[in-house]
């Protein structure tokens, strides 16, 4: 298999056991594949295209199901061919122009129309990732909300910084350090505010693409508290983050203000578009994917349907591990569902190795 081939639609029909929903199989071959991160978009803005990984060709590669809703084939398109990709990295713009993603070589710009790749920034020689599957490991990015900076968390000398690439101006800054930087979010009202979570201990950190802000955001109350899996709120200014397994809570970043969005446990949980709702995947017990509010009173999740995945990580059953140090965990990324709206809010995408393999799913929205 190479880059440029096209696939046949791999589209499969289900309905969800428990609530009736109408859920879309887009990926049927016999190997791993997964969305994007869940804080990182699957689609384009227009959703001309689904991005995915596929591991079909015995390693890692960057695929766009051509979607029949925006007048595509329905075909599966590969994108890349490379040995070394970081399968976690890939970002689409908003425009839907370019994937963005990086290999251990550096950071490639790939035009959706040519396929054609761009190098915007070479790697040094030593490795930039650290070991793992999981947190800062994954090697996620992220883009500002006005299309103009690539963020991507590097390593140098035992320490993290963040690598800055504008990609009108194409030129690229670092700024920032810290033990850890991982996870990094832009702010989705702000594109010079950005997110970043730090060691395990010490997660939520907040700068400026410049560096003239960056501090500490919040410091958990205690060593049995465990933060993660945090998200921006569209139109609030608001950082949520999981408090888990105990919900869910928000703060303001300008004021510090904190309140509880829900005290439902919400494992990997993402706003909609405009702020209004969260979608979540459950674990310890896994319940399905669930729907809640973002805004006003906290309230408990409403079923989407079931996941069925695996959702391998048995450190998710207990206390909080990292107060003594990092500790090795087996958690593949690909096991877990990650559910996140799609743009136009009609869809949630999510993976589940329900079928023996890990596929991409899609789940229609009731209105």
Known sequence: ?????????????????????????????????HHPFFFVPAHDQAMRYLFFV????????????????????????????????????????????????????????LDMQTLQEELLHPFERQPNQLEGMVGAAMGTTTVSCDGRLWAIPIRRQGRSQMLFIDLVHQHSHEALDNEIIGHPQFCPDDPELIFYA?????????????????????????????????????????????????????????????????????????????????????????????????????EDGRLLCLSEASSVGSHWAGPFPYNDGPVKVYAPQHTHPHPRFSPDQRQVVFTSDRSGHAQVYECEVPA
């Open 1 to 33: 298999m190479a880059k440029g081939q096209l696939l046949p639609s791999e589209t499969r029909w289900h309905t969800d056991a428990r609530t009736g929903a109408r859920l879309r199989q887009v990926t049927d071959a016999p190997c791993i594949h």
């Open 54 to 109: 596929s591991h079909r060709s015995g390693q890692p590669q960057l695929y766009a199901e051509l979607r029949t809703q925006a007048g595509g084939s329905g075909q599966l398109l590969q994108l890349t061919d490379h040995p070394d990709l970081i399968a976690w990295s890939l970002h689409p713009t908003a425009d839907g122009r370019h994937l963005l993603f990086t290999t251990a070589r550096g950071a490639f710009r």
């Open 198 to 298: 730090g060691p395990m201990t010490d997660r939520l950190w907040i700068a400026t693409a410049d560096g003239r802000r960056h501090e500490r955001l919040y410091q958990r109350e205690s060593a049995a508290q465990w933060i993660t899996h945090e998200s921006w709120i569209a139109g609030t200014r608001e950082l949520a983050f999981v408090d888990w397994p105990h919900g869910m809570q928000a703060i303001q970043v300008d004021t510090g203000e904190r309140r509880t969005i829900t005290r439902f446990p919400a494992w990997h949980a993402y706003p909609d578009p405009s702020g209004q709702r969260f979608v979540c995947d459950t674990n310890f017990p896994d319940i399905g994917l669930h729907t809640f509010a973002a805004r006003g009173p906290a």
